[in-house]
Structure formats: C-alpha cells, structure tokens
C-alpha cells in the first residue's frame, strides 16, 4: 500500500471561540475555522483526521502540511507511522504551527491504519479500557455564582468531576475554589487550570488553598517555560503540579521537567505534541517514571476522539476531559462525545478512529481546499 496524495480543506462553523481566562479576552470574530485531512491510498482506503486550529492561522498549517509534509508523505507506505512521523519530525526543525501540522497528519495515519487492520485505534495502541470517566471542564465566568450554578448542572448531569478555569486572579481564584468546594461537598473531584496567570508567590499563596480544599491537581499555574519556578512549587506544594500543555518539542521537550521534578502530572494532546504517535511517546515516558498523563483538550471533537483513543489504550491517565457549556466547542460536523449516565465517555468500536463525519455540512461551509 502506498500513500498516493494528501488533501486539505478548510471549512467555517459560526461560533465564538471560548474564554478560558479573561486575560485572553473575547474572540474578535464569531467563526470558527476547522481544517480536515485527507490521506489516500492507491488501494481505496482513506485516513482522516481534524483540528481546530486553536488560535493559530489555519493558513500557516495548512501550508505546513502541503509545503512541507505532502511530498515527504507521497509513495510511503502508510502503515509504517513510525517512519513517516519521524521524517515529518526532520521536516523544519518544527516550527509551532508546523506542530499542529504534524499532530492532524498523524492522526489520519492512525485512521487509515485502523481502517486496513479493521479496527478501533485505542485496541492498536494498547486496549487498556473501552470507556473513561470524564470532567467538566469551565470556561471562565464572570461570578462565583456562575461557577456555582454550572457545576452543578454538570454534577446533574453526571460529571463526576469539575475543573475551573477561573479569571486569572489569585485573591478571587481562591475565593471561586473555596465557594465551589463548600458547594459540591467533599466526594467530587475538583481541579483548577490558573492557564498561565500568576506569578511564583500567587501561585504558592493559591496553591496551599487548594490543598486545604483537596483539589485533585493544580494546573499550569505559571508559564510552561518558567522551569525554575515550577520546580520551587512542587517543593513547597503537596498537590499535584500539573504542566506541559503548551511547550513545543513533543515528547523531547519533557524529560526536563521529569527529571528536573518541575511537574507531577504531565499534559500532552495530539495538536499540540505531534498527533497519537507523539502522545503515546510521552504516556510511556510518564509511565516508566510512575507519572499520570492527563490529556487536554482541543476545542473540537476532531482532536478528541484521539484523545479518547489515546486515554483508552494507557494505564496512567484518570479523566477524559469535556469543555462546558457542551455546545460551546462542539463541531456540528461529527458525533459529540457525550458521557453516559455514569460519567464515562465510550470508545467507538468502529474501524480507525471511529468518526461519523457529516461530510455535507463540511461542503456547504469550505472555505479553500488545497
């Protein structure tokens, strides 16, 4: 089997983009862009994957992968993910967005594979589970009677944990954990993403109040490049550091913060780590230190179904997480993935990555295909 071209397409949906910290600040435009992948086959099999290009130009990552990656890809046989990740890998010395690039290739690689052996992704990487529990992951809300109200719709709905992204002030942050804590009770999980917003003394303040809450972990409190202070913090804290999200590198950007103990709980996903084959890399590289990989979320059920994958074939992961409000970040071009009535969210048996993809929305909404 041999890879014969690679397709790209762009399409809009009308959705603001989420605020997950105030500083952020709102989305200038109420559209999204999506880009989806093609890969194809001289034997008819096709892989194909997604992403949400999450706040980086659609246009630089498409032409990552076109420029780039199309011609490195055609003739190879699609089989060997390996190879061809690493040939990608060489590509450019990865540039941020030729990161995106690699993680949405990679992914529609696994979809064809999974697709020759007929079978789901996750039993191909490992089978570990067929189903994960999941949290409910906020946006960042304007009071605390906000945060209060959505986590217990969630808890109703049968989320059996709930992780704030509050506004990026330590003195209120504390003040929300604390409300939400007292609101929920002891028995729920609760996790707090500071996405980036304090210093090394607001985040050691913040910290020992969330262990005194007993948080579940404590995430990316300040930026990912800020190593020194990392590992200050998880000195002075008992709670789980969590960190990683945003650093480029894949999986040779983490052994410093491992060996190093700047974080207790790594982050990856496959648009920001270079697809599957780039998490799985990191998942066993936690694992040989006996750390947790908790994976972040996308934006878009593109990525995520990955993630599901990628969640149901490690030991060393505890929550697949949901971004709420649900309709908020969904694509309306595939299946959502919705818990049951336990909190789990169930793997597709079906072969490759599992997508039901509304291909008819997709072609009312292009915006370009190259």
Known sequence: ?????????????????????VEIGPAASAEREFIVCKILTDEGVEGVSGSYPFGVDSKAITHS??????????????????????????ADRLAYTSQFALGIVDCALWDLKGKVANMPVYRLLGGYRNKIPAYASSQSMPSVGAYIEEVQRCLDLGYPAYK?????????????????RKAVGDDVDLMLDGVAAYD????????????????????????????????????????????????????????????????????ADPAFKGGIT?????????EAYGMRLENHVTASEWQNMANLHIQCAIKNTTYFEILVPEEDVRTYALQS?????EG????PEAPGLGYEIDWDFINKRILYKL
């Not at 993935?337 to 009535?341: F, R, V, Y």
């Not at 789990?344 to 793997?347: A, E, S, Y």
């Open 1 to 21: 089997m041999k890879i014969t071209d690679v397709q790209i397409m762009v399409y809009v949906e009308n959705k603001q983009v989420p605020v997950w910290n």
């Open 65 to 90: 992968i076109i420029a780039n990656f199309k011609h490195r890809m055609i003739g190879e046989d699609p089989l060997n993910h390996e190879k061809i990740w690493q040939k990608l890998w060489k």
């Open 164 to 180: 704030l992204h509050p506004v990026g002030d330590a003195k209120l942050d504390a003040e929300v954990s604390i409300a939400v």
């Open 200 to 267: 090394y003394i607001e985040a050691l303040k913040l910290g020992r109040t969330l262990e005194e809450l007993n948080f579940l972990w404590y995430e990316e409190p300040l930026r990912d490049t800020d190593l020194y202070s990392y590992r200050k913090l998880t000195e002075a804290l008992d709670i789980p550091i969590a960190g990683t999200e945003f650093i480029g590198g894949s999986v040779y950007a983490i052994p410093e913060y491992i060996q190093t103990k700047a974080v207790d709980i790594v982050r």
């Open 278 to 286: 780039g998490v799985m890399k990191i998942a066993h590289l936690a």
């Open 337 to 341: 993935l919705d818990i049951d009535k």
């Open 344 to 347: 789990f969210v169930t793997v």
